[in-house]
């Protein structure tokens, strides 16, 4: 199993194509518990190609090969957000699915949602789990989920926290660029 370093980064469009990687790898049965349904690599291309990164919350955690191990979308709605998360099979039970749901939060708190809300599969007792461990009221009808949570107004911890995360994620971000360049310097030097 790799290490990781459990910083979240804010997706760009420039990580689409990244984001788009993360979700074909997932295997059939984590792509109906993240989708809802049985989810095609067509389907997957379509969601991605429509999601929107300027409005929308997206965060994620790589690897040390800066594979995205773990994403969350929360999508904004005029009241409350929507969150949908995915964790690679090889890192879950590290709670990185918890640093993502807090991000999320605080996310949509900071633009003045009143509520996030989660949609799952029931069987999906893992996402489950997250929602109620984070405090969220989950309730069960046939075959599916939902869970909700009522968004405490923003704070100056809360706005602080956001910034915080974004500045080192982005200093992540660019001590990894400048490893990837002293590395290739270094292969070509030795050539």
């Known amino acids: 199993m790799k290490t990781i370093v459990p910083l979240t980064l804010r997706l760009n469009g420039a990580d689409r194509s990244a984001l788009l990687s993360h979700f074909l790898s ?3 049965e984590d792509r109906r518990l993240r989708f809802g349904a049985p989810t095609g690599d067509e389907v997957i291309r ?16 790589r690897d040390e090969e800066e594979v995205l191990i773990a994403v969350a979308h929360v999508a904004i709605g005029p009241v409350y957000g929507e969150l949908g998360l995915s964790v690679l099979p090889g890192h879950r039970g590290q ?17 003045g949602l009143r509520g996030v809300v989660v949609h799952c599969l029931a069987e999906n007792a893992a996402m489950r789990h997250l929602a109620t461990r984070h405090g969220m009221r989950v309730t069960l009808e046939g075959s599916d989920g939902e869970g909700y949570l009522a968004l405490r107004p923003a704070t100056p911890e809360s706005h602080f926290r956001e910034w915080l995360q974004d500045q080192q994620g982005a200093a992540l971000e660019i001590l990894r660029r400048n490893a990837r360049l002293a590395r290739m310097m270094w292969t070509l030097s030795r050539s």
Request: without cysteine; neutral net charge.
């Open 26 to 28: 997932l295997e059939p």
């Open 46 to 61: 379509a969601y991605v190609d429509r999601l929107d990164l300027v409005r929308d919350g997206l965060f994620a955690v």
């Open 95 to 111: 709670g990185i699915g918890g640093i993502l749901f807090a991000r999320a939060v605080d996310y949509l708190r900071n633009r």
